[in-house]
Nanobody
C-alpha cells in the first residue's frame, strides 16, 4: 500500500508559476513509476507528466516546455514545477504511483485566472 498526499495548488494569474508536491508513504517510493494527471471540469483525467524509477521524464504535448516533473527518492516526494500557466491548465491535479499496484492521491486544485 502507498499513500499519496498532494499539496501546492492554488489560484495563480496567467503567466504565473506553481510547484506541486506529492508526499508518499507506506511503500518503497523508488520502486514506482510516478506521474501527474489532471482533470478539468467536464473532461477526462489525462496524464500530463511521468517519471521513471531512474528519473527519466515524459510529458504530454500540452505541457512540454512549461512543466517539469522530478522526484526525490530519499525524501519520497514527487514534484511538478509549472511555469507560464494559462487558464487551460485549470484542473484538479493528481499524483499517481504505478508499481506493485496503482495508487492515487486526493488531488489539489489549480486555478489559473486573472
Amino acid at each position: 500500500q502507498m499513500q499519496l498526499v498532494e499539496s501546492g495548488g492554488g489560484l495563480v494569474q496567467p503567466g504565473g508559476s506553481l510547484r506541486l508536491s506529492c508526499a508518499a508513504s507506506g511503500s518503497t517510493f523508488s520502486l514506482y513509476v510516478m506521474g501527474w494527471y489532471r482533470q478539468a471540469p467536464g473532461k477526462q483525467r489525462e496524464l500530463i507528466a511521468q517519471i521513471s524509477k531512474s528519473g527519466a521524464p515524459n510529458y504530454a504535448y500540452s505541457v512540454k516546455g512549461r512543466f517539469t516533473i522530478s522526484r526525490d527518492n530519499a525524501k519520497k516526494i514527487l514534484y511538478l514545477q509549472m511555469n507560464n500557466l494559462n487558464p487551460d491548465d485549470t484542473a484538479v491535479y493528481y499524483c499517481n504511483a504505478q508499481g506493485q499496484g496503482g495508487f492515487w492521491g486526493q488531488g489539489t486544485q489549480v486555478t489559473v485566472s486573472s
